[in-house]
């Protein structure tokens, strides 16, 4: 082997231990949301989305990782959706990802968003919950960030 194929990216660098873990199991259904920061899972456990999920029936995960050197970036928000996944991009530091067919939701978290703003914003932007149709659009997510009453971020 030599040097230059030794530099190819490693692949598992992104790995995150999540050592915040809440589940709860009802027969079949499991829901269980993993964190590396216990504001963000406390936050999500607590939040009115669990109550949704309980009540949807079904398996649910989500995990989400702060992460700390990602670009704190908030300039405008965008929400892709294939059908069977759905992206929200915030920025260039925040990426969630649904998969509506696993029911998970997968992402990375950039340092500079508050757990108010996932969980009352992102999130239901997120699974297209109502009212949420708008946010995708830089005047519908600042109206939503200031009816949540989260402040403007420079």
């Known amino acids: 082997m030599t040097n230059e194929q030794c530099r190819r990216p ?5 790995f995150v231990p999540t ?3 809440f589940s709860k199991r009802d027969g079949t259904d499991r829901i269980c949301i993993e964190s590396n920061d216990l504001e963000v899972a406390l936050g999500i456990w607590r939040s009115a989305i669990i109550e949704r999920q309980r009540n949807q029936g079904g398996a ?9 050197n990602a670009p704190v970036d908030v300039s405008q928000i965008l929400i892709v959706s294939d059908g069977a996944l759905r992206v929200l991009y915030l920025g260039r530091g925040t990426i969630l ?20 703003e996932l969980v009352l ?3 239901p932007a997120l699974l297209d919950l109502e009212n949420a149709r708008d946010w995708d659009r830089p005047a519908g997510f600042a109206a939503a960030r200031h009816a949540a009453g989260i402040k403007e971020q420079r």
């Open 97 to 116: 990802i649904h998969d509506h067919k696993r029911s998970e939701i997968l992402g990375f978290i950039s340092r500079n968003v508050k757990v108010p």
């Open 19 to 21: 050592p915040y873990v």
């Open 60 to 68: 649910f995960l989500c995990k989400l990782i702060r992460d700390k």
């Open 121 to 123: 914003l992102l999130i």
């Open 10 to 14: 490693d692949l598992l660098r992104r």
